[in-house]
């Protein structure tokens, strides 16, 4: 598995594969490889878009599906699960223990369905493999899968912890899987403070390494833009509650009030898609507002070079679901747009405000409104801004060199692991 040697490979275990909104995940893969990993790539779910990004076609990891739901495939579930279970009785035993124990705690069926997801891996899929380790992205399902197929394998597990997954986790669910996994890593310093506190005594290792973006991609323009005319102000996120978009319509809905000629344009889809095309048309922003949808990294490219500002109102959601560092930040500081954010979990680790970007209170359209119209206004702020918000993307969250640090994490954390198989013939 590790750089020079063929004979191991890291189990990458995912929610779904591949997705748009999930790039950073399909960018680490596709960099580990380079670095000389050998993935296998296990996905609860088929891909839910027609179309991926030119990253994904670059990625050589075999990809294995599982069974997706109870009610279609609970013949073939229970037919490898028996049969692993009459393999190995008590390690079977210790899973379905632990299994049983989550489920009375919360009432939830899925943690049945993990149960049953992870014998089907070890029993029908991982034979067929060089897999020497399971790594899941996310916390909560994948996190799940992985712990419990390393409970039936005998095979080590960690996972990466995002946003969503840790802050509408049951905190016991999650401090149990970071107590059992070799390690964790996280993508904020925000969640790894979390994380640390809720492990309690737990002894297992917390790494914060940041996802990045690709540099090459995400190049800013040879001149400089300025604003003129009718202002190009642009979002790209998931139409969820937790990115705020309520509180970007409304500010835009108040500078058009001011007599600010500008064009919206949102890109992206989500569960929240229907209420927020709603309000454009009860703010009466139809004839400013584009929504383009879900769209491939070309066209968001784009827009981005054609932006004046880049805009978006993270807040934390009822059920405690919140952003950690949206990626299009990123890339919109790369590409030198001016960015307008919110002051909420983790963005202040990557934009200082007045500095690298201007940050306002979540759920506050009048003060976003504001900050808006200061950085379409301000030419010197402006510039300043670009330049600044450029560095500090190239020299902290470059994707090539945030993914070494994974890679040399997997290394030193499997090395040992790697030699005990050997040893154990």
Known sequence: ?????????????????????????????????????????????????????????????????????????????????????AGNPAAYARALKLAIRRFFRTRRSATLKHLLQAGYLVHRLLPATAVAHFHAHFAHSPASVAMFAGLLSGLDFSFTAHAKDIYTSDPGHLADKMARARFVVTCTEYNRKYLHALSGSHKTAIHRIYHGIDMDLFAGPEREKKPSGIHQVLTVARLTRKKGLPTVLRAIKILREQGVALQYTLIGDGEESKQIIRLVKQLQLDRCTTWLGTQPHEVVLQHYRQADIFVLGCEVAEDGDRDGIPNVLMESMAMGVPVVATRVSAIPELITDGQSGLLVPPGHPEMMAAAILRLLSDTALRQGMIGAAERRVRENFDNKVLTQDLADLFEKKVRGLKKSIIEQG
């Open 1 to 85: 598995m590790m750089p020079g040697a063929d004979s191991y490979s890291l189990g990458m275990i995912l929610k779904g594969y591949p997705r748009i909104s999930e790039t950073f995940i399909s960018n680490e893969i596709r960099l580990l490889e380079t670095y000389g990993f050998s993935v296998h790539i296990f996905s609860m779910r088929r891909p839910r878009e027609n179309f991926s990004h030119d990253s994904v076609r670059r990625i050589r990891a075999k990809v294995d599906y599982l069974p997706e739901t109870l009610l279609t495939a609970i013949p073939r579930l229970l037919y490898h699960n028996i049969l692993l279970a």
